[in-house]
């Protein structure tokens, strides 16, 4: 997950030097320190402070452990045969472990700009080594969206970029949420980690709407947790249409789907 609200590239090279013949020192990022803790066979990660960035069933290290991280593979209700996935903030690699087992014929690439969140994930998550299919590059996420390569060629987007304090994504403007629909194909849906209760979910939302056509929100979970789901195309929902799919995932994956349509329906009265 990201620590930083803005790209410290970015803002660097925007920034004037003091003296014009020389080159001002390139500035690290700083990071929160990368922490543990265990309870009850689940590993969680945490940046320094009691909030969780991600957790690891020990014993089933591919499953998406908390219920907001199963709601972002929301998007598998219109789409069962992605080509190519990715996530922004790679936490715990719950979302790229998931994704990169369950769908074998997909791409999946997972942005995270820390360093040492990439080597716990290794470590201490058993994310797998990168092959012709898994790859987790260490980058601004900000980068990654408005590089022009990685425009168009996106089925689903997932999105979770959170600092150490949990305020609210750090990447939240209009202009970060068009590049992400620029990065979808026409099909495409991103999924996106938001808080409820607090007052950046009403910005994010009010940035996505600007960028897609179409944005729903499904309910509330666990400590505020709401995921939005953002079309790159606006479509019909038919959430009756959809239940065959829906429980054709839980057979395939035993992902939780006919809540997600209940969540859908109620997001949709």
């Known amino acids: 997950m990201l620590i930083?609200?803005?790209?410290?590239?970015?803002?660097?090279?925007?920034?004037?030097?003091?003296?014009?013949?020389?080159?001002?020192?390139?500035?690290?990022?700083?990071?929160?320190?990368?922490?543990?803790?265990?309870l009850d066979g689940v590993r969680y990660l945490h940046f320094g402070t009691e909030w969780v960035?991600?957790?690891?069933?020990?014993?089933?290290?591919?499953?998406?452990?908390?219920?907001?991280?199963q709601q972002m593979n929301a998007w598998m209700l219109w789409n069962d045969a992605p080509a190519h996935i990715a996530?922004?903030?790679l936490g715990t690699g719950a979302l790229t472990k998931f994704c990169y087992k369950f769908f074998p014929q997909a791409k999946v690439t997972a942005?995270?700009?820390?360093p040492s969140v990439i080597s716990i994930c290794y470590s201490m998550f058993k994310l797998p080594e990168n092959d012709g299919r898994l790859d987790v590059v260490e980058m601004d996420a900000m980068d990654y969206v408005t590089n022009p390569?990685?425009?168009?060629?996106?089925?689903?987007?997932?999105?979770?970029?959170?600092?150490?304090?949990?305020r609210g994504p750090v990447l939240d403007t209009p202009e970060f949420y068009q590049a992400c629909a620029a990065c979808?194909?026409?099909?495409?849906?991103m999924t996106i980690n938001l808080f409820g209760?607090?007052?950046?979910?009403?910005k994010n939302l009010k940035a996505m709407k600007f960028a897609f056509p179409q944005v729903v929100s499904l309910p509330e979970v666990h400590d505020g947790n709401v995921v939005a789901i953002a079309f790159k195309t606006r479509r019909t929902i038919d959430v009756?249409?959809?239940?065959?799919?829906?429980?054709?995932?839980?057979?395939?994956?035993?992902?939780?789907?006919?809540?997600?349509?209940?969540g859908l329906k109620a997001a949709l009265a």
């Open 53 to 69: 960035q991600g957790a690891m069933r020990i014993r089933k290290p591919d499953w998406p452990e908390l219920e907001y991280a």
């Open 4 to 38: 930083k609200r803005k790209s410290i590239e970015k803002e660097e090279s925007l920034r004037p030097a003091s003296k014009p013949a020389a080159k001002p020192a390139a500035r690290k990022p700083k990071f929160a320190p990368v922490t543990l803790s265990e």
């Open 197 to 202: 209760d607090h007052p950046s979910y009403a």
């Open 111 to 114: 942005v995270e700009l820390n």
């Open 87 to 89: 996530q922004l903030g």
């Open 240 to 262: 009756e249409a959809l239940a065959e799919r829906a429980a054709q995932i839980v057979a395939d994956t035993r992902l939780p789907a006919k809540s997600w349509l209940k």
């Open 184 to 189: 979808l194909n026409d099909n495409g849906i």
């Open 149 to 166: 390569d990685n425009h168009g060629t996106l089925d689903a987007l997932q999105v979770d970029l959170y600092d150490a304090t949990a």
